[in-house]
């Protein structure tokens, strides 16, 4: 849809006029022509080699070519977002770049890429290993130190008590003593390395169990967390050494170490040989980073070559694909020199695609100009509204329902107003839509910088509604301002109030003291009437009939909207069996009843319109007495009751009738008249027709009982959807009642209490209860039910909405997913 100003046109009352067009284009400058109607995107092209698969398709090699070079790109941006380097926005002219030197160049870049990558991984891997080799060396040599001296050290008292407690013959059993432990000693194998941390107990339980307990192990914790060398992920890890005899238990736990992950680095017993290893690993370990620095920074240089041109780089490889797409959907000529297409444009774009397909044959030097021309057919065009961001959001909510038929009358231009107005009947409290309009403001003021983000999806979905959410917020005000209502508190901002209390018996307005000592108040509910024991009845009785006034005004308009379609499509059968008996039955009850409320709320009266209403039915001749508004007045009920009665034989019988007779007179050829109905059977025959399918027979009994369904339909939704608009009075009660809880029984209780600790609490509670219930859950409910009165009460009185959206192809359109 098109972007303009904020002001919606009556453009949006009926689509576009469109027309089908046919193209042919010479093959030299059919790549120009595509590129350029994808700048204008007024041109939605049809398939014409729908038979075919992709893969048996003219230009299916160069949509794999795109595809591989946008998987490239794919690549540089998920290494980019890596690296920390965000792509530049700047522009560049698609004359700048070549499509066979960017494939090379693409092709290089990924080469060097996936080289630099790599020897990083190598090189990180390797630093990984030498930092654990390290820290074996470092643990595992206290581990030796700290047992060879606490050996050393027993070995001298044990000397010491020996040799101080002996006899003449002490040494010579010391010296047998010694040998004969010589002769027993055994040499201990042991096995070093780290194991991450939450592995630790169970690699101690199923060594012990798998070599009998015949092992020792020593293990400390490293403080810090190390990247392990294989999944290059900061770990915790301990350092340990497990001692062992024999090669069968060496065996068994090299292959529980390899199980558990853990990284065994080779050790030696000598401190010389230890200090020599830890300064050699050091020194690798030195060099390696400065080499891994080194490459990082080639890398990310890079990185950043390719991040100054991703974009435009991008938008060409998806605009090359999206050509190709479409010449894929062109038919070639026998000739095999031409393409032919056919499409969908707006009348209007005619001059705009005819310059195109000039400027694309001078600048493809063609000695061919192509050929436009308008082809004639039956088939029903898409839909196409021009719309701006402000009424866009608008006719979404209409087209998520269906989209409106070709030049069928759209309600989206009368949602723009009735949409945001029910919903503020039903949310009236200008407290809360002045919250609502600060939000909304919020969202407008900063819509370029949102407009280029992603955002959640609910998120997403608040902001492409902002100039709902303003629209409802100004409704909101309004009524609020009529309802007297600030956050539930009433205002006198108009005037003062015409009562006042009739002695000091009533000074707290909560007993029938009241009396009228001024003028009326100018504008809205006066602030007396809240809080006083009339306020309840009185605010029920007004929200209720002004629900009912309401919803039979909206309705009235749907069947004006149902007549407006049956004079643009010049079928007189729906304009005088359809909307005249619908609204004679809708106004002889329901428009009655809107008549007899006006008349009491102007008049004062007293009469009880539920007990004249359903004694109009039950009792139509009796005396009215006491509930007699103005004179003649059984006299009116009794013709109105007879219209109503009329008016359901009138839409049922005759409709049928005249179809059979016009479709009889047609296939004797006594006349021909092409017959445009809402009513689907209609539509299902002319279709017939068109096809060459003239000769079926009429269906009598199928058009009758879609008509007596219909006429059901109509005579019960009368009834059920004037009951449904109540929902207007319900929830407007609910919100108000609400909103007086939250401000008697939270703030102000609290600010009974003279306390400031309990007051702040009380404000907290308060403000988190309206933001959290009333400007947010009740926002939602009002909305979703104002979305249900439009959809089923007001647009199925004329609504079809079965056609289908206009999509031309545009380069604006272009999404970044590619197929």
Known sequence: ???????????????????????????????????????????????????????QRTYASQIKRCGEMARKLRFFKEQMSKGGVVPSARAMSRADIDMDDLEIKLGELESELIEINGNSDK??????????????????????????????????????????????????????????????????????GLIPRDKLMAFERILFRATRGNVFIKQTTIEDPVTDPVSGEKVEKNVFVVFYSGERAKAKIMKICDAFGANRYPFTEEMGKQAQMIAEVSGRTSELKTTIDLG????????????????????????????????????????????????????????????????????????????????????????????????????????????????????????????????????????????????????IIREKKYSSQKLGDIMEMTFGGRYIILMMSVFSIYTGLIYNEFFSVPFELFGPSAYACRDASCSDTTTWGLIKVRDTYPFGVDPEWHGSRSELPFLNSLKMKMSILLGVAQMNLGIIMSYTNAKFFKNSVNTWFQFIPQMIFLN???????????????????????????????????????????????????????????????????????????????????????????????????????????????????????????????????????????????????????????????????????????????????????VGVLLVMETLSAFLHALRLHWVEFQNKFYEGDGYKFSPFSFALTGDEDE
């Not at 790549?31 to 350029?36: A, D, L, P």
């Not at 059984?634 to 007879?642: A, F, I, P, Y």
Request: glycine content about 6%; some cysteine; overall charge negative.
């Open 588 to 770: 002889s009850l329901f428009g009655y009843l809107s008549v007899l409320i006006i008349v009491k709320w102007c008049t004062g009266s007293k009469a009880d319109l539920y007990h004249l209403m359903i004694y109009m039915f039950l009792s139509p001749t009796d005396d009215l007495g006491e509930n007699q508004l103005f004179p003649y007045q059984r006299n009116l009920q009794l013709v109105l009751l007879g219209l109503a009665l009329i008016a359901v034989p009138w839409m049922l019988l005759p409709k049928p009738f005249i179809l059979k007779k016009q479709h009889e007179a047609r296939h004797q050829g006594e006349s021909y008249e092409l017959l445009h109905s809402n009513d689907d059977s209609v539509a299902v025959e002319a279709s017939h027709d068109s096809h060459g399918h003239g000769h079926e027979e009429f269906e009598f009994s199928e058009i009758f009982v879609h008509q007596l369904i219909h006429t059901i339909e109509f005579v019960l939704g009368a009834v059920s959807n004037t009951a449904s608009y109540l929902r207007l009075w319900a929830l407007s009660l609910a919100h108000s009642e609400l909103s007086t809880v939250f401000y008697e029984k939270v703030l102000m209780l609290a600010w009974g209490y003279n306390n400031i600790f309990i007051l702040a609490i009380g404000v907290l509670v308060f403000i988190f209860a309206t």
């Open 123 to 192: 090189l990180q891997r390797a630093y990984s290993e030498l930092v654990e080799y390290k820290l074996v060396l470092q643990k595992a040599g206290e581990f030796f130190y700290t047992a060879r001296s606490s050996a050393t050290a027993q070995q001298r008292e044990i000397e010491a008590r020996q040799f101080g407690e002996g006899s003449l013959d002490s040494p010579l059993l010391l010296e047998q003593e010694m040998s004969a432990d010589h002769a027993k000693q055994v040499k201990l194998g042991f096995v070093s």
């Open 1 to 55: 849809m098109g972007e303009g100003g904020c002001i919606p046109s009556m453009d949006l009352f009926r689509s576009e006029p469109m027309q089908l067009v046919q193209l042919i284009i010479p093959i030299e400058s059919a790549h120009q022509t595509v590129s350029y109607l994808g700048d204008l995107g007024l041109l939605q092209f049809k398939d014409l080699n729908s038979d075919k698969s992709p893969f």
């Open 296 to 443: 990082l920074m080639h890398r990310y240089n890079l990185l950043s070559s390719i991040g100054s041109q991703y974009e435009q780089w991008n938008l060409l490889v998806r605009k090359e694909k999206s050509i190709y797409h479409t010449l894929n959907m062109l038919s070639i000529d026998v000739t095999k020199k031409c393409l032919v297409a056919e499409g969908w444009s707006p009348v209007f774009a005619t001059h705009q695609i005819q310059d195109a397909l000039q400027r694309a044959s001078f600048d493809s030097n063609s000695q061919v100009g192509a050929v436009f021309q308008i082809l004639h057919t039956k088939e029903s065009p898409p839909t196409y509204f021009r719309t701006n961001k402000f009424t866009s959001s608008f006719q979404e909510i209409v087209d998520a329902y269906g989209v409106a038929k070709y030049q069928e009358a759209n309600p989206g231009l009368y949602t723009i107003v009735t949409f945001p107005f029910l919903f503020a009947v039903m949310f009236g409290d200008w407290g809360h839509g002045i919250c609502l309009l600060l939000a909304s403001l919020f969202l």
